[in-house]
């Protein structure tokens, strides 16, 4: 990892911030983007409670291609090859016959599928069909883009006359199978026929459904199936229930709904917890709303939820992008004081916040702070120092963060290379900016072509600039 220049160090305060820490690793975040827990595809394991469970689909294992055609009668041949070839080896296994059937099922139509089932049971008496046998064509069954579920309901009925009852399981499988081809209002359909039939979904299969109706349709048609479940079939949303719908709605920046659904779930019985407060704030934090998201955090305490890592890593960007970096240091203390320590997201964030309020001094300050606890800087930290140095025209020091940066090989980002490349070519250093150029493409910080557009975009604007007396 790159080091702070040694130029730097004379002109960083002794003050820390913090008069205790311990050592910390280092994660990845984004300047000027919320924190990577923020991002929905990159830390969500962390913290989010689990939505699903691994289905009894069947254990099927992966075979090369046994069928070219869909045709029934060339299935039968390839079938009866493979028995005829295996009847002197070790008897083949359950899992073996429904990848057979699997592959088949990939290529065929349901009746076929169903036919070469039953040809499989007379040619190999050995085959004993499970209910995953009969899972294999239903998840085909709800595959099949069609108008109704006529295809899904012979298959059951299939199931159901060799004597497997549907289960969870069953339903499970079918409603992942509708929604994995949009067939998510199938689906729903689907798990009403199910109750009727006494097989409701369980809670993972039901909270699964909901998070695919989140995705695609509107609130309103969320909140009547799930009331629809509750008064038709006695099925009550739960926590985790009630965290997909919070999340929902705070991606959709709609923040006083976020809140009534926090009541709500109170008033169900559940007590909300601090991925649920994390959420929240998170939802505050992309409008910039530090006052709210404070709010969120002083009723966390008051419901006696502690807040965690995240919780202040919130706290700490939320205020630092709002402009209030003074409550955002306070709250630094604050997470130190309670056991958490500091990492690269948390020095990053605040470092942005100072950058944007022309505190550049005071973050590079935070750098050797950082570094002397025991935290490694990333290529989000840099990055969002040499951004703020470059904007505050500290384009020396600038060089020799970049430099420390290229030593390391860390990758130039899109706002910073940009801004970096028109500082110096605001001073005319245009050699320098093309050797810039070079680095960005070579580190694969990015495109050609981006990298290659800025240039030539920044190059016209200097052209323009100096035609008008306003550059070297």
């Not at 991925?275 to 409008?287: A, R, S, W």
Request: glycine share 4%.
């Amino acid at each position: 990892m790159g080091k702070i220049p040694t130029s730097f160090r004379p002109a960083i305060s002794s003050n820390s911030l913090l008069k205790t820490q311990n050592p910390t690793t280092s994660t990845t975040t984004q300047p000027q983007k919320p924190p990577r827990h923020f991002n929905n595809n990159n830390n969500k394991n962390k913290n989010k409670k689990p939505t699903s469970k691994k289905n009894d689909f069947d254990g099927t294992k992966k075979l090369p291609v046994l069928f070219n055609s869909p045709d029934l009668s060339e299935a039968k041949k390839v079938f009866n090859s493979i028995v005829t070839t295996n009847q002197t080896q070790t008897p083949l296994d359950r899992s073996f016959y429904n990848s057979v059937l699997q592959s088949y099922t990939s290529i065929s139509t349901v009746d076929n599928s169903i036919s070469l089932l039953n040809h499989m049971i007379k040619k190999a008496p050995a085959f004993s069909p499970d209910r995953s046998t009969y899972h294999v064509l239903l998840s085909q069954s709800c595959k099949v883009l069609e108008s109704d579920l006529s295809s899904v309901q012979k298959t059951l009925n299939f199931m159901v006359n060799n004597g497997f009852e549907p289960n969870p399981g069953t339903t499970d499988i079918a409603v992942r199978s509708l929604c994995s081809v949009d067939r998510v209002d199938d689906a729903v359909e689907l798990v009403k026929e199910m109750c009727l039939k006494k097989c409701p979904p369980d809670v993972y299969t039901y909270n699964f459904l909901i998070k695919c109706l989140c995705k695609c349709r509107a609130l309103s048609t969320i909140y009547s199936f799930i009331d629809e479940m509750r008064t038709s079939f006695d099925m009550n949303p739960n926590l985790i229930t009630y965290t997909i719908l919070i999340d929902n709605v705070c991606n959709a920046k709609n923040l006083s709904e976020a809140m009534r659904l926090v009541s709500v779930l109170n008033e169900s019985g559940f007590k909300p917890d601090c991925f649920v407060y994390n959420t929240i704030m998170k939802g505050y934090c992309t409008l910039s709303k530090g006052s709210e998201v404070i709010g969120v955090y002083k009723k966390m305490k008051e419901e006696g939820v502690e807040p965690d890592l995240v919780t202040y890593n919130t706290l700490i960007f939320g205020l630092s992008k709002s402009g209030r970096v003074s409550e955002a240091k306070k709250f630094l203390k604050i997470m130190v004081e309670a056991g958490h320590f500091p990492d690269a997201i948390t020095y990053t964030s605040l470092m942005n916040g100072m950058c944007r309020e022309g505190e550049v001094e005071g973050a590079l300050a935070l750098l050797e702070e950082m570094e002397a606890k025991g935290c490694s800087p990333n290529s989000c930290t840099y990055n969002t120092l040499l951004h703020g140095l470059c904007k505050s025209r500290l384009l020396e020091k600038g060089i020799e963060l970049y430099g420390a940066m290229k030593e390391a090989g860390m990758k130039l980002e899109t706002a910073c290379y940009a801004t970096f490349v028109r500082a110096l070519c605001r001073v005319g250093r245009v050699a320098e900016a093309y050797e810039i150029f070079d680095y960005a493409v070579e580190s694969k910080s990015l495109t050609d072509v981006a990298a290659y557009t800025t240039l030539e975009s920044t190059l016209k604007w200097l052209k323009k600039a100096k035609e008008q007396g306003h550059a070297v």
